[in-house]
C-alpha cells in the first residue's frame, strides 16, 4: 500500500468557520508533511513531523494549527483564515532520513474560503 | 540555500516528439533529485530518483541523470504521447524537499 489519502477532496468554509484537513499513510512512514500548492505555482512547505513531533514550522499563520495525533496520522485544524489561503492543501510522508527516500503525496484538499 | 531552476513552459509537442525539460540545482551537500508529476486536479506522483552524482533514473520511458560537474537533471523521453500532457517538477531533498516552479508539457496528437 503506497497510498496516502487525504480527506476530505473538497472544503469550502466562511472566514468564521473551524474545519480540519485529514491525511492518513499506511505505510510505516514516520515524516510527514503539509504542503500549499496556489494555482500555477509549485508547493510550498508548510509543516514537517518527524515521529510524532513538529520538526519544521514554516513561518505558517497561527490560523493553520497541525497535529499528529499518532504515525498514521496527520491533521490541518484551520481557523478563522482569509480567502489567499484558498488553495490544494498535499499531505505528503517520507521515511525519516537526511535526503535519499522519496515523499509520497496524497490527492490534496482543494480549499475555498468564502 | 538550496533552490531549483526548471525551464519555463509550456512545453509544446507532437506526439512522438523528443522531450527535454531541463532543471538545474543549487545546493550545499549531497541532495537526491526527484522528478513528480502532476495531472490536472491530481495530487503529485513520483517519476523517477537519483540519490548521487552519475546516477540515472529512469521510469515508463523518462529519464534523468544528476550531474554533479552542471548541477543538472533534466528530463528526458524518446517519444511523447497525449497521456504525457502534465506539469513536471523538478525537486530536490536535503534538509527539506523543495520543487521548481513546474513546467506544463502538452503534447498534441
Known amino acids: 500500500d503506497t497510498e496516502v489519502t487525504q480527506t476530505p477532496k473538497h472544503l469550502v468554509m466562511g472566514m468564521t468557520n473551524k474545519k480540519s484537513l485529514k491525511c492518513e499513510q499506511h505505510?510505516?512512514?514516520?515524516?510527514m508533511y503539509w504542503y500549499k500548492q496556489k494555482a500555477k505555482k509549485p508547493p510550498e512547505l508548510m509543516f514537517v513531523y518527524s515521529y510524532e513531533k513538529l520538526s519544521i514550522n514554516e513561518s505558517v499563520p497561527s490560523r493553520f494549527s497541525p497535529e499528529c495525533p499518532n504515525s498514521s496520522l496527520l491533521n490541518l485544524h484551520l481557523h478563522a483564515l482569509q480567502p489567499e489561503d484558498s488553495a490544494l492543501y498535499l499531505c505528503?510522508?517520507?521515511?525519516?532520513?537526511?535526503?535519499?527516500?522519496?515523499?509520497?503525496f496524497g490527492q490534496g484538499t482543494r480549499l475555498t474560503v468564502v | 540555500g538550496n533552490s531549483v531552476t526548471q525551464m519555463e513552459g509550456p512545453v509544446t509537442l507532437s506526439e512522438e516528439a523528443f522531450l527535454t525539460i531541463n532543471c538545474t540545482y543549487t545546493?550545499?551537500?549531497?541532495?537526491?533529485l526527484f522528478w513528480y508529476v502532476q495531472y490536472p486536479g491530481e495530487g503529485l506522483q513520483l517519476l523517477l530518483k537519483a540519490t548521487k552524482a552519475d546516477d540515472k533514473g529512469s521510469n515508463k520511458g523518462f529519464e534523468a541523470t544528476y550531474r554533479k560537474e552542471t548541477t543538472s537533471f533534466h528530463l528526458e523521453k524518446g517519444s511523447v504521447q497525449v497521456s504525457d500532457s502534465a506539469v513536471y517538477f523538478c525537486a530536490l531533498k536535503g534538509d527539506k524537499l523543495i520543487f521548481g516552479t513546474g513546467t506544463r508539457l502538452q503534447v498534441f496528437p
Open positions: 505528503a510522508s517520507s521515511q525519516v532520513d537526511s535526503r535519499g527516500t522519496e515523499a509520497f
Open positions: 505505510m510505516g512512514h514516520r515524516a
Open positions: 545546493a550545499t551537500g549531497y541532495p537526491s
